[in-house]
C-alpha cells in the first residue's frame, strides 16, 4: 500500500498501514455523477444532425476532462497519501508528481492526541496530532481511519521505544 518493505530497517515491521478516510472522495464522486447526468441529457435531448450535432462529441470530451481533473486526480491524491506507524517511526508520504515525506522516530514523539468533529465521529476518523522534539513541529494526519486505534497503537510503541533506549 504506502512504504515499501525496501525501506524497511533490518528489524523494523509495519504495525499499521492507512489513508486518509474515503469521506475525500465524497465530492468528486459526487462532481463525476453530475457531469454524467449532464451527459445523459446531452445524449437523450441533444440534436443528432445539422448544426449542433457535434455536441455530442463535445459533451463526451467535456466528461472526460471533468471525470479525469474532478474525478481520477483526486482518487491518486488520496491513492497515494499514506500513514505508515511501523515498530520504529512514523512515516507518511503523500503527492502525484512531487512526493513528499516525513518519518518521525518513535523516540522523539512527546504527545499524541486527536481531534474529531461531529462528521469525523460519525465516520469513525479523525485528525492525528503528533508533536515530536523536532523543528518541524507537530505533524497533522487528517482524517485517520479509527483514530482512537491509531493513537493508543501509537502510545504503546512509543513507550516501549522509550524503555528499549533505557535498557
Not at 512504504?3 to 524497511?8: H, N, V
Not at 465524497?26 to 449532464?38: I, K, W
Not at 520504529?88 to 486527536?114: H, K, M, Q, S, W
Not at 508533536?131 to 491509531?150: K, M, R, Y
Request: charged share 20%; hydrophobic share 45%; glycine share 8%.
Amino acid at each position: 500500500m504506502g512504504l515499501p518493505e525496501s525501506q524497511l530497517g533490518p528489524q523494523e515491521r509495519i504495525v499499521i498501514e492507512t489513508r486518509e478516510h474515503a469521506k475525500h472522495l465524497f465530492g468528486p464522486v459526487l462532481v463525476c455523477l453530475v457531469a454524467l447526468a449532464g451527459l445523459v441529457l446531452v445524449l437523450v435531448y441533444g440534436p443528432t444532425t445539422g448544426v449542433f450535432a457535434p455536441l455530442r462529441t463535445a459533451a463526451w470530451v467535456a466528461f472526460a476532462g471533468v471525470v479525469v481533473v474532478f474525478g481520477g486526480w483526486p482518487w491518486l491524491y488520496w491513492l497515494l497519501r499514506t500513514s505508515t506507524l511501523t515498530n520504529e517511526r512514523l512515516v507518511t508520504r503523500e503527492g502525484i508528481i512531487r512526493r513528499v515525506g516525513r518519518d518521525i522516530p518513535l523516540e522523539r514523539i512527546n504527545d499524541v492526541a486527536f481531534d474529531q468533529g461531529i462528521l469525523d465521529r460519525m465516520t469513525r476518523c479523525g485528525t492525528l496530532l503528533v508533536s515530536d522534539a523536532s523543528e518541524q513541529g507537530t505533524a497533522v494526519l487528517h482524517d485517520i481511519p479509527n483514530v482512537h486505534e491509531f493513537a493508543r497503537t501509537m502510545n504503546e510503541l512509543v513507550r516501549a521505544a522509550r524503555s528499549d533506549r533505557r535498557d
